[in-house]
């Protein structure tokens, strides 16, 4: 081990949060705080680039502590890790996204929130690791050589307007590559994409939207689906020109002009390929599709395909002489949750178990009455609008809350909700599963 000072403000790497026991870190004492800064004399940008270099059975790493640095050599098997977790996945910082997109959440959001919720990313990373959309806006040379070096498939690709002219206007970026001759780039390179298209009334949908389908249609199958989601809007529109959300009309012609298409494209090919996301359905007022819409439902984080799904699951699993817990249950929901619930799970319950659960839905007073889903249903709403003791016991959809602790997006905790409410809330995943588990004693 050999050790010199540096300059320690200008050390970029992975900061070690979790040392694992009986691992090559502690053996080596490494400890939470060290910075794991390069493997191989190759500077850590993110875990991406840990994982690819520590994929040696000799390495050289250099970490980080007090001012110092200090290189191990170690040799081990080929699939050993070091045996630590960093405290973030990006080493560097995120990608902050270039565009300008009238529609974008983040110059929806009201003051005063949760500093993380204002970041505008645009990261191919965090679409590998986590699945998010981005529009490859941007992307360097070194970065497309990542992409293929490390074989990070699949991505998930913004398209929004396939036409060059149209989808510069719509991300407000003039410097915006041709969507298509990336996302060919990505496939030569074979690299699976899944695309979306967020659909904006009067703006990219009816010959917009055609002509999108018609040229992604044409990447299939590298390109795995097509998936088209209606423009979601809040009361907060100050940042940019004020867009008007789907009437159901809109919805509906735009739900007929894809389900068109769907047809047309299932006349060669095996998969509709453009999937429609359940929020655009309920807009139109039409029922969602079968399930051999939906594949094997790889878009169901992107809001397409999870109605069905819960629908199937719960006939699957559902017995009419299964016992409900004591008491009245009441389903905290939002307006699309309580459409769900009022449409397709009610007329299957017989009628001692409609009595003994009560929809409770939740309008968006935060965001404003446009918003509809329940991944965005506040604490402030739920107190305002739920009686305490107005029901025995309450369920409540874990999408609502962030992903690693029980807090909404006002920051209000289920602690809060419980004083106010004085009885037990139950969080759930939103599976048919999970809701049968926790209304049903015998499930």
Known sequence: MQSNKVDYSKVTGGVIETVFPDSIAQHLDFQAGDIVSKINGVELLDILDYRYQIAEEEVTVEIYRDGKAYEFEIEKEYDDDLGVEFDDVLFDRIRR???????????????????????????????????????????????????????????????HASDLEERRTLLRNPNAEDIIER??????????????????????????????????????????????????????????????????????????????????????????????????????????????????????????????????EFLENYDDSL?????????????????????????????????KLKILQIDNQHFGESVTVSGLMVGGDIIKQVAPHSCERYLLPKNCLKFDSPLFLDDLSVDDINQHLNTDILVTDTTASSFLEAVFEDY
Not at 342 to 351: G, Q, S, T, V
């Open 323 to 355: 016992n409900c817990f004591e008491g009245t249950t009441g389903i905290i929901t939002s307006e699309d949750g309580a459409i769900v619930f009022k449409d397709y799970i009610w007329p299957l319950l017989n009628e001692t178990h409609r009595q």
């Open 183 to 312: 996302i060919q780039f990505l496939l030569d390179a074979g690299i699976e994409v899944h695309t979306q298209a967020v659909i904006v009334p009067s703006v990219n949908d009816g010959d917009v939207l055609e002509q999108t389908m018609t040229d992604i249609s044409k990447l299939y199958p590298g390109v795995k689906h097509f998936g088209v989601v209606p423009v979601g809007l809040t009361q907060y529109q100050s940042r940019l020109k004020r867009i008007s959300p789907h009437n159901v009309d809109e919805a509906r012609q735009c739900v007929q002009q894809i389900e068109a298409f769907q047809l047309k494209f299932l006349e060669t090919h095996d998969s509709p390929f453009v999937q429609v996301a359940d929020e655009f359905y309920l807009k139109a007022k039409t029922p969602v599709p079968a399930k051999e819409h939906y594949g094997s439902y790889e878009l169901l984080e992107n809001g397409i395909g999870s109605i069905r799904l819960f629908v199937d």
């Open 97 to 159: 996204c270039q565009n300008n997109c009238d529609f974008c959440f983040i110059y929806q959001l009201p003051k005063k929130m949760r500093r993380s919720l204002y970041v505008k990313d645009d990261d191919y990373r965090l679409s590998f690791l986590y699945g998010n959309y981005v529009t490859l806006a941007g992307l360097t040379d070194a970065d497309y050589k990542k992409i293929v070096e490390y074989h990070l498939s699949p991505l998930y690709v913004s398209v």
